[in-house]
């Protein structure tokens, strides 16, 4: 299969650059994957979409402020991207500078912090921090939210609240989960209200999500690694929804990763630990039985996840719908919901 096999037209103007006016108020649609059945509802209308006894999993990982702006001595900017934070005050990220990078090169993010290049691997380097106070405290007081190459912005305060989870708690992402971001407190209150359980695994959203396919043949295709943990308790939450007849319901593609990486032996079981799972057309699903997502870039491991999911042509024919429609895609985009 090539990876040109799950390209579709998409106008640029319908690519999100803002979140939607409120967090809650986006369109969702809806997808069967038995029928190819589409239809056009909103994310409100979600709880009316789940039973009793079934089981939503989501995502509770928090994005950090991972990008940095500095100055190397020779006067010239720098951009840090931060892949995610090392022990000891490292940190391994993608440098875009005018010249090269070399190990022992230094740069200054403010008066009285700098970056030492302390190791290179293919497109990543590994820096240490000079300064008086941890990479999180650095984070915190310079860097600025990592919104998606696609949204073609600089970030603002509002994307430091609406490119984040209502549940977000485990620090860690450099890109938000974002079929997460269509939830409010009030959604979730009304899906419990009506006995469908909630559980959270935790997925460190890497930068590789943003990385496009450079091969044709998408078996030829190596994953990045992220960083999860699946807990026993949410195993057993599984166990009970399945002992119930109830579905399980994954928030987002971050989410499938994590339950299907944990099922991996055929049981699900807790899993802590790095996973590069490539889930394409042909995989067979051992732990989700329905899929909250939203729309993914033409020729992306996402959308072949969707598509293993759902079936290519019925994915790329609701997609052709959702370009019509003049839905919202990517990040600050609409929903789908498949089931």
Do not use: W
């Not at 108020?25 to 239809?39: E, K, N």
């Not at 043949?217 to 109830?246: F, K, P, W």
Request: aromatic share 8%.
């Amino acid at each position: 299969m090539k990876r040109q096999d799950f390209q579709y037209d998409l106008p640029s103007e319908l690519i999100a650059q803002t979140p939607s006016a409120e967090r809650g108020t986006s369109r969702m649609l809806c997808l069967d994957r038995q029928t190819g059945a589409v239809r056009d509802q909103m994310i409100a209308d979600l709880p009316g979409l789940l039973q009793p006894g079934d089981l939503l999993v989501l995502n509770n990982t928090r994005v950090i402020p991972a990008r940095l702006y500095g100055y190397k001595p020779s006067g010239g900017r720098i951009e840090i991207m931060i892949e995610r934070v090392l022990e000891n005050n490292h940190v391994r990220v993608k440098l875009h500078a005018s010249n090269p990078n070399r190990i022992g090169s230094r740069f200054q993010i403010a008066p009285g912090i700098e970056f030492e290049i302390i190791n290179r691997s293919g497109e990543l380097y590994d820096l240490g921090l000079h300064a008086g106070m941890s990479i999180e405290s650095v984070l915190e007081q310079h860097g600025h939210m990592p919104l998606p190459p696609y949204i073609q912005r600089a970030d603002t305060e509002i994307d430091q609240t609406r490119y984040q989870t209502v549940y977000a708690e485990a620090p860690g992402a450099v890109a938000a989960p974002t079929a997460g971001l269509h939830f409010t407190e009030a959604l979730l209150q009304q899906i419990r209200a009506q006995g469908v359980a909630i559980s959270y695994v935790t997925l460190h959203v890497g930068l590789g999500t943003f990385q496009p396919m450079r091969v044709d043949n998408i078996t030829d295709h190596v994953m990045h690694y992220e960083r999860l943990d699946v807990s026993s308790a949410v195993c057993d939450a599984v166990a009970r929804a399945r002992q119930a007849g109830g579905r399980v319901i994954a928030v987002g593609t971050t989410a499938v990763r994590s339950l299907e990486t944990a099922a991996a032996t055929g049981e699900l079981q807790p899993y802590r630990g790095e996973t590069n799972l490539f889930i394409y057309p042909g995989y067979e699903f051992r732990a989700v039985d329905a899929l909250l997502t939203n729309f993914h870039l033409p020729e992306s491991t996402l959308l072949m996840l969707v598509s293993a999911f759902a079936g290519r042509e019925q994915v790329l024919a609701a997609y052709r719908h959702a370009v019509a429609a003049e839905y919202r895609f990517f990040s600050y985009g609409d929903a789908m919901f498949i089931y």
